[in-house]
Structures are given as C-alpha cells and as structure tokens.
C-alpha cells in the first residue's frame, strides 16, 4: 500500500520550513507548496523534495492541486487570506485539512463549514500549534476534573520575540479588538479588557485577555459556555495594547501599519538556539456557577517548537486516519492527553483549591 501524501503549503515561510523538515525527519516525505516560484524552488533543492507552486486565488486550481493529496497542512498566515481557498479546495477533492492559525474568525469560518465536511467525509482541524494544542488539552482535563463547570480561564505565559508573519498576522487582526466567550457565543471586548494576576506556577504574573483561538476551541472541546483567554505581557506591551484602544484609529493608519510591517519584515523568527531554550507555562481554571473550583497547569517547550512539533504530529495523526470527518478540534480529536504526544510536554499539575490559597506548585520544585 502506498503512503499517504501530505502536502505543506506556506512550506518556506518561517514555520513552514522548520514544519516541512521535520514531517521530512519523520518520513513522511511532504510536497512543498506556496505560491512563489523563486523561494519554492529553492527550498524544493535544497531539500530535496517534490514541490508544487499553485497560488490561492482560484479556488478550481486550488482543488486540483490537492486532488491526490491525502492531508493538506496550512502554514500560510495570515490564515483570512489562505484559509477559506485551501478548505474549498479540501472540501472539493476529498483531502484533509490541517493548519496552525490562532486566528478566531478562520477557526469560526471552518466550523461553519462542519456539515459540508462531514458530507464530504473530510476532517477539518484548525489551530494545531500553541494556540490551541496545549490550551485545548487542559481545557479538556479541567472539563473532566470538574465536569459541571459552566466558565473557564485559561493563560499562557510564553512572550518571547515573535516570528514576523505572527507580527504581521497580529497587525492584520488589529483592527477586531478583544474577544471572550458568554453563554456560548463570542463576545466582542475592548483589547486587553481585563488583567488578572495568575500563578503560573512560579509567582504570579499580570496577564490581560487576549483574542486568542483557545476562546473557540476550547469551548467546542468541552461545551464550557463561558471563556476567557489570558496571555502574559510585559508591562509596555500591556500598556500599549490598552491604549490602541484610544489609538485605534492612528493604528489603523496606512504608513503606520505599513511602517510596522516593514519593521517586523526585519527579523524572520526566533534562532535554533533561542527556540531550544524557550517554554511556554499554561494555566487554567475551571469553575462551577455555585464557586466550585479546580486548576491545573501545564509546560511546554518554546511556543515554536511546540507549533512546530503540534502541526506535524496532528498531520501524521490525520493521516493515519485517527480522525472522524468534520470540524475538529486538537482535544476533541484526540483527547486530554495527546499534548504529552509533543516531546518535552510531561503531565498536567493539579491542584483542587483556589490558586490564592494553594501550595507551591511543583513547577517551582
Ligand atoms: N497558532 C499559533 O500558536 C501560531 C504559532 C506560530 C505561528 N502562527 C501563525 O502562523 C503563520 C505563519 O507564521 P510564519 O512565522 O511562518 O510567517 P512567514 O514567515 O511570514 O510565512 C508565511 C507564509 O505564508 C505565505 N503566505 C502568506 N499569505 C499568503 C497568501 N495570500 N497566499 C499564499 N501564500 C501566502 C507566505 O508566502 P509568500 O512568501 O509567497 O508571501 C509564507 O510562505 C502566521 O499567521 C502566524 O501568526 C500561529
């Protein structure tokens, strides 16, 4: 029986390189694809791999391109751009669809699509990266723990410099603001609504909520009706993040946002060496309407290194056919645990009393 075909497209922006040499490291012998015939090229040499240049504006192309194509992995961001041509095109020929967008109009726009792809026998699996694989876990293991629970918060802690196409995806979603989860539905807030102190498990740390697409997954994943996503920021950013509020409009200004983007243009993304020593601290809290509490925690290898390692790994999953046809989320797909299928991801750390009260966390053992 011959092996399955994965194609990456996005293969030779940042995470698209460090994703297709390791799906290469674990034999699955990917296409390269994108849209730019000189960067494809090269990479198509220096790799030593197929290559396929096709671009996303004709969604016909874009389904005949993936017509033998068994999974289709999404690193092209912004994912408002490449998302919706590269799901029609699944849809259409019949291929799976994987991505690692952590935007949540996409992962909304794909869940809208859910029946089409049942219908068509297709699974659709967005957010396969930091945000949400880990999130999504612990979500879940919150929902076992406390199966009653009717809100969640959930934090990450992992700032580091990003890459620039997360700087550019960032700058792309500006203009939306913030955004929550209440009674089941997503709730627009201003950015940076609300700050908590959270204890990662090494001190508290001042987070503010983030429009993050932990805020849908997460609520697919359980069926908790109420979410709240917190990232930690330095205090500058904080600040700044606050006052675009007032600033929106200088933010949303051309040569502005030109100006940033050319900005971002100048660094690709974290080293080898940087990735290798980074983590990401995960903490969430589930809660019942009568004050019942649990909380656990969770730590990953760098945020890069786990979206790299998350994409691949969900990819292989697919392909081996441990998906059921539709709208999927990373936990609701493969349970609780599949994060300790990422290296470097060991057990959840619980704790059953509220976090103000609680002992030292072993993180800090
Ligand atoms: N969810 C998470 O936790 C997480 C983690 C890391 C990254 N991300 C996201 O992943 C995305 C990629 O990040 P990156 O650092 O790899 O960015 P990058 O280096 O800028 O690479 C982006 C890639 O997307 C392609 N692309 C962009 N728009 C396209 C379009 N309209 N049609 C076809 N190809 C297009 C680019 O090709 P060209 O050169 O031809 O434009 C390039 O190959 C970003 O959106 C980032 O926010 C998410």
């Known amino acids: 029986m011959s092996m399955p075909t994965l194609l990456v497209y996005g293969s030779y922006g940042y995470v698209g390189e460090l994703v297709a040499r390791e799906a290469i490291d674990r034999g699955l012998d990917p296409i390269l694809a994108g849209r730019d015939r000189e960067k494809l090229r090269e990479q198509v040499d220096e790799l030593d791999q197929p290559g396929r240049r096709f671009s996303l504006e004709d969604h016909d192309v874009v389904a005949e391109a993936l017509a033998d ?11 408002s751009n490449t998302a919706e041509p590269l799901v029609y095109g699944s849809l259409e020929s019949g291929t799976d669809y994987v991505d690692i967008t952590g935007e949540i109009p996409v992962i909304e726009s794909i869940r809208d699509r859910d029946d089409e792809a049942v219908d068509a026998g297709v699974t659709l ?3 396969a ?3 949400t694989i880990p999130m999504d876990c612990l979500a879940a293991h919150l929902a076992d723990r406390l199966p009653e629970a009717d809100s969640l918060a959930l934090g990450v802690d992992s700032f580091r410099i990003p890459s620039i196409g997360t700087v550019r995806t960032v700058i792309e979603g500006a203009d939306t603001g913030g955004a929550v989860r209440r009674d089941g539905d997503l709730e627009r807030v ?3 609504w609300r700050t908590r102190e959270i204890d990662f498990g090494r001190g508290e740390r001042p987070a503010v909520t983030m429009p993050m697409g932990d805020v849908c997954t997460t609520h697919y994943t359980t069926g908790i009706p109420n979410v709240e996503m917190y990232a930690v920021m330095p205090q500058p950013a904080r600040l700044a993040l606050r006052s675009h509020r007032y600033l929106a409009p200088l933010f949303e200004s051309k040569p502005l946002r030109w100006t940033l983007k050319q900005l971002a243009g100048i660094r690709e993304g974290p080293s080898k060496r940087r990735r290798e020593r980074g983590s990401a601290y995960v903490w969430g809290e589930a809660q019942t309407d009568d004050g019942e509490q649990v909380v656990s925690r969770l730590r990953t290898p760098d945020p890069y290194v786990v979206t790299v390692d998350g994409a691949v790994t969900t990819a292989e999953r697919v392909l081996e056919g441990d998906t059921e046809p539709g709208f999927q989320t990373p936990a609701g797909a493969f349970g609780a645990d599949f994060v300790f299928e990422l290296e470097g ?7 059953s009393m509220p ?3 609680s002992p030292v966390s072993p993180l800090l053992q």
Do not use: M, Q, Y
């Not at 068994?70 to 994912?79: E, K, Q, R, S, T």
């Not at 991801?345 to 704790?351: K, L, P």
């Open 345 to 351: 991801v060991e057990g959840f750390f619980d704790e």
């Open 190 to 192: 201003p950015t940076a």
């Open 125 to 127: 699996l967005p957010a």
């Open 355 to 357: 976090a103000a009260s």
């Open 129 to 131: 990266a930091l945000s």
């Open 69 to 79: 194509v068994d999974c289709v992995l999404n690193c092209a961001g912004p994912f």
